[in-house]
């Protein structure tokens, strides 16, 4: 939230790049950056600007950065691993894990798993089931990074001949998010460091859609809480 204030931008707006809020959480290299010099001059010389910003979510008088042109404000901008990696990539995909465990009817078998792993030196384990976990810390979302795809696999194996190619991309996708994940837990990066995490991403776009049914927007997450609260007091 700290960079809404200082970009002058919508909550749902990302810092670095023109990207709609539609399009979130999709591939960000084909958009262009963000260039706040050219905002200037669109300001000055255009009399649709403000609808040009407001497209974009971009408050150009409210920027802090504004008028400073040795500075580019969207590489000011730095990934926090802790938000961005666990408490949203992981958040994310656990629960698209989740609902595609329980369509399958394997949840219990990824809990029971996940329950006998053995303890290892700086491998931080659930203290209770998985499905008693109400709320993950940054530290056991890393902490699944190192564990998850093994549970997995052991969850849905022996799949039958209609789970066999949903299991196979469904892995692949979690693999793909897995090896990024720990690629940028390195305290340093190199050239090619990086060129693999952004392989592993343009991979994951690709393939993610076998989860797309349970990817579930704030909105449709609250109508459906609120007609099983209707229900409940009808039942009541």
Known sequence: MQ????????????????????????????????DYARYERCERESDDSCTIFENLGI???????????????????????????????????MDWIEGSLKKYARLQAFGHTLKVVRPYPRLLLPKGAYRKVTQWQGKEMSNLGRYLLGVLAVAVGQPDSRQVI???????????????????????????????????????HRIEDIFVEFRVSKGTRAKGDKEQKELQHQRA
């Open 166 to 204: 949903p299991f196979k991309h469904g892995l692949d996708c979690v693999q793909v998010l897995v090896n990024c994940n720990l690629m940028a837990q390195y305290r340093s990066q190199t050239t090619e460091r990086i060129a693999y995490m952004e392989e592993y991403l343009d991979r994951f």
């Open 3 to 34: 960079n809404v204030v200082l970009h002058g931008i919508k909550s749902n707006v990302w810092p670095k790049c023109e990207v709609l809020p539609g399009e979130l959480g999709t591939d960000t290299n084909r958009h262009r950056t963000q």
């Open 59 to 93: 408050d150009v008088e409210q920027n802090l950065f504004h008028g400073l042109h040795c500075v580019s404000a969207p590489s000011l901008h730095k990934l926090d691993l802790l938000h961005t990696v666990y408490h949203e990539w992981f958040k994310h995909l």
